[in-house]
């Protein structure tokens, strides 16, 4: 790159609204969140009306804040990158059309990113990708393992077949009576315990690399059951830590197989999941012992956000990939190549 | 003075461009198409069609609703990003009132009407008084039964406008006798030409990043949660 390329990013696929401006495809200039936690966790949830009309609220405010924290004017931008799918259509559509109005109105070519490609790519803000390369896509959405032989080529190897990690997380933490969004409870809840109640893994076919949550979530059930149908009582701590353990046994294996079937060079975890500390840990443990270089962006990169969508349009746009005015929501969006 | 006008607020969609009180170019449809997939692009092929270039304009008019929630959203997503990023002031109109401006000069009221479906409609009630519109009841979602009880008693003729009359035709026709006028099918649509009037007739401008649709009616999710917290609160 002769000339530095700046992308402003835009993210609304569930309950944050979010836009940024990266440089280059890898330096963060700015990244500007507005998250809608306090008000969707009444409805111990995210009800996709009520965050399509926090996203209209907050839309303008946030790009503006991104242009002003990065001392850029539309004139300096390169393009426009924003989440296309997969998410909450109504919310999507929110993203979409304020990129393609602002893209339109400043003479930008617009670009529509996949959110899991975006999550991904969360890790090039932190360190180069080195192909081939391992992603653990771990979110309340999804769960998958993907190999990418280079930049914007993917092969998804494994996914769930039914509920993902984080959706596991909220009903266990919802039959736990923790309060919404329950992963970073259930995660405090397990470091702490000093004992854990021993549940089942899912392992699936031995070759398999695709997961199976929702088995284990009514283990924890009938457990709950259970004890309380004998007049004991659940402790929380036990029954997050097991259920932990079970995730993080499960993740950690396939990905640890993975990553040698394939011979890659990185492993990277991406997703809100991946800011778990316990599935932090375990995944640390086994690719130190392995010496093979392994990845978690921050907290603050693992959540949505739209630097993330900026880092995975900016490949897509030196790529020459662009999207038109006549961009929709595509809420069931699958990952697609966009470098074959 | 140029003027962009949007409406996406129900099924139909327009757009118009208006310099110095002349329409340049209007675009009126009304076709079951996510206006996600049409809005933009005839948004982009009006202002090639009038040689202009978005800076070129000085003012933008919206339909804020009622309506579809999504459609709604659309177009007020739309013309907050253009109002703000071009500097440009906003004004938002009521949907139901750009309906109403389809039947100026009918003595007697104008009543719009948007289905909200289950025997549901979104409607006002407007006269048109010394050359302009005003407002008689408040827009809002009723049960149509309920509506047509209160235009009835009011013994006037009322002027039914909009696309969706018809799924109600027979029911107006009822309750309201001879007093029910069904507008003809030219005047239905909304048109974006009239939203643009009426913001510069009587429009307020908004703050652009504060605005936000005028839904008329809270998300379900948010009037069960308040059920429950009386509820709690009856029982505590
Ligand atoms: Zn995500």
Same mark, same amino acid.
């Given at each position: 790159?002769?000339?530095?390329?700046?992308?402003?990013?835009?993210?609304?696929?569930?309950?944050?609204?979010?836009?940024?401006?990266?440089?280059?495809?890898?330096?963060?200039?700015?990244?500007? @969140?507005?998250?809608?936690?306090?008000?969707?966790? +009444?409805?111990?949830?995210?009800?996709?009306?009520?965050?399509? +009309?926090?996203?209209?609220?907050?839309?303008?405010?946030?790009?503006?804040?991104?242009?002003?924290?990065?001392?850029?004017?539309?004139?300096?931008?390169?393009?426009?990158?924003?989440?296309?799918?997969?998410?909450?259509?109504?919310?999507?559509?929110?993203?979409?059309?304020?990129?393609?109005? /602002?893209? /339109?109105?400043?003479?930008?070519?617009? *670009?529509?990113?996949?959110?899991?490609?975006?999550?991904?790519?969360?890790?090039?803000?932190?360190?180069?990708?080195?192909?081939?390369?391992?992603?653990?896509?771990?979110?309340?959405?999804?769960?998958?393992?993907?190999?990418?032989?280079?930049?914007?080529?993917?092969?998804?190897?494994?996914?769930?077949?039914?509920?993902?990690?984080?959706?596991?997380?909220?009903? *266990? !933490?919802?039959?736990?009576?923790?309060?919404?969004?329950?992963?970073?409870?259930?995660?405090?809840?397990?470091?702490?315990?000093?004992?854990?109640?021993?549940?089942?893994?899912?392992?699936?076919?031995?070759?398999?690399?695709?997961?199976?949550?929702?088995?284990?979530?009514?283990? *924890?059930?009938?457990?709950?059951?259970?004890?309380?149908?004998?007049?004991?009582?659940?402790?929380?701590?036990? @029954? !997050?830590?097991?259920?932990?353990?079970?995730?993080?046994?499960?993740?950690?294996?396939?990905?640890?197989?993975?990553?040698?079937?394939?011979?890659?060079?990185?492993?990277?975890?991406?997703?809100?999941?991946?800011?778990?500390?316990?599935?932090?840990?375990?995944?640390?443990?086994?690719?130190?012992?392995?010496?093979?270089?392994?990845?978690?962006?921050?907290?603050?990169?693992?959540?949505?956000?739209?630097?993330?969508?900026?880092?995975?349009?900016?490949?897509? /746009?030196?790529?020459?990939?662009?999207?038109?005015?006549?961009?929709?929501?595509?809420?069931?969006?699958?990952?697609?190549?966009?470098?074959? | 003075?140029?003027? =962009?006008?949007? %409406?996406?607020?129900?099924?139909? &969609?327009?757009?118009?461009?208006?310099?110095?009180?002349?329409?340049?170019?209007?675009?009126? $449809? $009304?076709?079951?198409?996510?206006?996600?997939?049409?809005?933009?692009?005839?948004?982009?092929?009006?202002?090639?069609?009038?040689?202009?270039?978005?800076? %070129?304009?000085?003012?933008?008019?919206? $339909?804020?609703?009622?309506?579809?929630?999504?459609?709604?959203?659309?177009?007020?997503?739309?013309?907050?990003?253009?109002?703000?990023?071009?500097?440009?002031?906003?004004?938002?109109? $009521?949907?139901?009132?750009?309906?109403?401006?389809?039947?100026?000069?009918?003595?007697?009221?104008?009543?719009?009407?948007? %289905?909200?479906?289950?025997?549901?409609?979104?409607?006002?009630?407007?006269?048109?008084? %010394?050359?302009? &519109?005003?407002?008689?009841?408040?827009?809002?979602?009723?049960?149509?039964?309920?509506?047509?009880?209160? =235009?009835?008693?009011?013994?006037?003729?009322?002027?039914?406008?909009?696309?969706?009359?018809?799924?109600?035709?027979?029911?107006?026709?009822?309750? &309201?006798?001879?007093?029910?006028?069904?507008?003809?099918?030219? &005047?239905?649509?909304?048109?974006?030409?009239?939203?643009?009037?009426?913001?510069?007739?009587?429009?307020?401008?908004?703050?652009?990043?504060?605005?936000?649709?005028?839904?008329?009616?809270?998300?379900?999710?948010?009037?069960?949660?308040?059920?429950?917290?009386?509820?709690?609160?009856?029982?505590?």
């Amino acid at each position: 790159m002769d000339k530095d390329m700046y992308i402003l990013g835009i993210e609304t696929s569930c309950d944050e609204t979010a836009a940024s401006v990266v440089k280059n495809g890898h330096e963060i200039v700015s990244n500007v @969140v507005a998250s809608q936690i306090q008000s969707q966790q +009444r409805f111990g949830g995210v009800v996709p009306e009520i965050a399509s +009309r926090h996203h209209v609220e907050q839309i303008t405010l946030v790009i503006e804040e991104a242009l002003a924290e990065a001392n850029l004017a539309p004139s300096d931008l390169d393009a426009v990158a924003v989440t296309e799918g997969p998410g909450l259509v109504g919310a999507l559509l929110i993203g979409i059309n304020a990129a393609k109005a /602002f893209a /339109f109105a400043n003479g930008l070519p617009i *670009v529509g990113v996949h959110h899991i490609a975006g999550h991904i790519y969360a890790n090039q803000l932190m360190q180069p990708m080195e192909f081939p390369l391992l992603a653990l896509i771990v979110s309340g959405g999804h769960t998958e393992l993907v190999l990418m032989e280079k930049h914007g080529s993917f092969k998804l190897i494994g996914e769930t077949r039914d509920d993902a990690a984080g959706e596991a997380y909220d009903k *266990v !933490a919802r039959v736990l009576g923790l309060p919404y969004p329950g992963g970073p409870h259930i995660d405090k809840l397990a470091l702490e315990s000093d004992e854990a109640v021993d549940f089942p893994r899912a392992w699936l076919e031995p070759d398999s690399y695709d997961f199976s949550f929702s088995g284990l979530k009514s283990a *924890v059930i009938n457990y709950k059951h259970n004890i309380e149908q004998k007049g004991g009582e659940v402790n929380p701590s036990h @029954v !997050a830590a097991g259920f932990q353990q079970s995730v993080v046994d499960v993740l950690t294996e396939k990905t640890s197989r993975a990553a040698k079937e394939y011979g890659v060079k990185q492993v990277i975890a991406a997703g809100g999941v991946a800011a778990n500390k316990g599935l932090r840990a375990s995944l640390d443990a086994v690719f130190e012992k392995e010496g093979l270089p392994f990845y978690v962006p921050p907290i603050s990169l693992c959540t949505d956000n739209a630097a993330m969508i900026a880092a995975a349009g900016t490949s897509m /746009f030196v790529s020459g990939k662009r999207g038109t005015m006549e961009m929709n929501g595509r809420p069931g969006m699958e990952l697609v190549s966009w470098n074959d | 003075m140029i003027w =962009l006008g949007i %409406d996406t607020a129900n099924m139909p &969609l327009s757009v118009a461009i208006v310099k110095d009180g002349t329409i340049l170019a209007e675009v009126n $449809s $009304s076709m079951a198409v996510n206006h996600s997939l049409r809005a933009m692009p005839v948004i982009e092929e009006l202002f090639a069609t009038v040689q202009l270039q978005p800076k %070129d304009i000085d003012a933008i008019a919206v $339909s804020e609703g009622p309506g579809s929630y999504t459609g709604v959203r659309i177009g007020v997503t739309i013309a907050k990003t253009l109002a703000w990023t071009l500097k440009k002031p906003l004004f938002g109109v $009521s949907s139901l009132k750009v309906l109403a401006a389809n039947a100026v000069y009918f003595d007697g009221l104008i009543c719009p009407i948007v %289905d909200a479906r289950r025997n549901n409609v979104y409607a006002g009630v407007y006269e048109f008084v %010394d050359g302009g &519109l005003t407002a008689i009841a408040e827009d809002g979602h009723f049960a149509i039964e309920n509506l047509l009880d209160v =235009l009835a008693s009011k013994e006037r003729p009322v002027l039914f406008v909009g696309k969706d009359v018809a799924m109600h035709e027979e029911l107006m026709k009822e309750r &309201l006798k001879e007093n029910a006028v069904i507008a003809p099918f030219p &005047l239905q649509l909304p048109r974006a030409s009239s939203l643009i009037f009426i913001a510069q007739q009587s429009g307020q401008e908004e703050n652009t990043h504060a605005f936000t649709p005028e839904y008329r009616r809270i998300a379900e999710a948010e009037a069960n949660w308040l059920m429950q917290q009386r509820k709690d609160q009856d029982n505590e």
